[in-house]
């Protein structure tokens, strides 16, 4: 049986929306995530969007491995010159 949710329960809480862009997915990915039961999301009685916890966000984030952005082509680290 699930507690209750409390107002201080989503005070800290992200939005799917923002989790998706901070993962750089779409929403819908975060939402099967949550279907899943990857990420432990609150869902208020009302029906509305789901929220996550940011200590439940901070541990899926640091277990899971997310693809590193590909860089553009031509670019180079600063500091580094660039390869003929």
Not at 12 to 21: F, G, M, P, W
Not at 63 to 70: I, M, N, S, T, V
């Amino acid at each position: 049986m699930s507690k209750p949710v409390e107002k201080e329960d989503l005070q800290e809480a992200l939005t799917v929306t923002q989790i998706a862009k901070l993962c750089r997915v779409n929403r819908v990915t975060v939402t099967r995530w949550i279907h899943k039961g990857l990420i432990p999301a609150i869902q208020p009685p009302t029906g509305k969007p789901f929220f996550v916890r940011k200590e439940d966000f901070v541990k899926f984030f640091n277990g899971y491995r997310f693809a590193k952005p590909k860089r553009k082509e031509g670019a180079h680290e600063e500091g580094q010159e660039k390869s003929p």
